[in-house]
């Protein structure tokens, strides 16, 4: 059960748009629609942002957008704002009735 | 609202057992999987341990399989973790988290606690 794969930082000014990707293999991120992603602020809890893809909780952002091709899901962030600085983790099935997470990526808005 | 409140955490030898508890309001209890969640000082998230809303779907991660035991009391709101033969790599803030429906292996959790501190000494 390895974490899937996150760039381990990105960053980007206020106004830009960033995308953080979550690599994964057939057995997992390509087999499920079912990657979701979270925000996590220092000291606080996760935040569910999008789930089953690409699908936005009530409350979230439409500057939040999740997308998938194969093994690989991506969260896009438009519009950045100061606010979004946090670690992002994705999060998906892998089968056997586990699941896992992505080693998470530390987004620094500049 | 939907409110987790974990407890049963703590400073434990390295071998002993702990059982956290989690007491969940604000929704219908029975209606949502749970999951046990964790992260280990400074490191990211790991999934622990998953239980569908019937007790009838059950999982675990690899390392905690045959140590840990999740369980729910649906009458009384409330979620477990049986932690047995803790070890120093189980030292991490233990978050109980609400399912987006019945089934942990198809939903991922929406709401999420504060967690409790457990630390394992060796």
């Known amino acids: 059960q390895s974490a899937l794969t996150q760039p381990a930082s990105v960053s980007g000014s206020p106004g830009q748009s960033i995308s953080i990707s979550c690599t994964g293999t057939?057995?997992?991120?390509?087999?499920?629609?079912?990657v979701s992603w979270y925000q996590q602020q220092p000291g606080k809890a996760p935040k569910l942002m999008i789930y089953e893809d690409n699908k936005r909780p009530s409350g979230v952002s439409n500057r939040f957008s999740g997308s998938k091709s194969g093994n690989t899901a991506s969260l896009t962030i438009s519009g950045l704002q100061a606010e979004d600085e946090a670690d992002y983790y994705c999060?998906?099935?892998?089968?056997?009735?586990?699941?896992?997470f992505g080693g998470g990526t530390k987004l620094t808005v500049l | 609202e939907v409110q987790l409140v974990e407890s049963g955490g703590g400073l434990v030898q390295s071998g002993r057992s702990l059982r956290l508890s989690c007491a969940a309001s604000?929704?219908?209890?029975?209606?949502?999987?749970m999951h046990w969640v964790r992260q280990a000082p400074g490191k990211g998230l790991e999934w622990v341990s998953g239980i569908s809303w019937n007790s009838g779907n059950i999982g675990y991660m690899d390392s905690v399989k045959g140590r840990f035991t999740i369980s729910r009391d649906n009458a009384k709101k409330s979620l477990f973790l049986q932690m047995n033969s803790l070890r120093a790599d189980d030292t991490a803030l233990y978050y109980c988290?609400?399912?987006?429906?019945?089934?942990?292996?198809?939903?991922?959790?929406?709401?999420w606690g504060q967690g409790t501190l457990v630390s394992v000494s060796s």
């Open positions: 999060y998906s099935y892998a089968g056997s009735n586990t699941l896992i």
């Open positions: 604000g929704f219908t209890f029975d209606d949502y999987a």
């Open positions: 057939s057995s997992d991120v390509g087999s499920y629609n079912s």
């Open positions: 988290a609400k399912s987006v429906s019945l089934d942990y292996t198809t939903s991922c959790p929406d709401y």
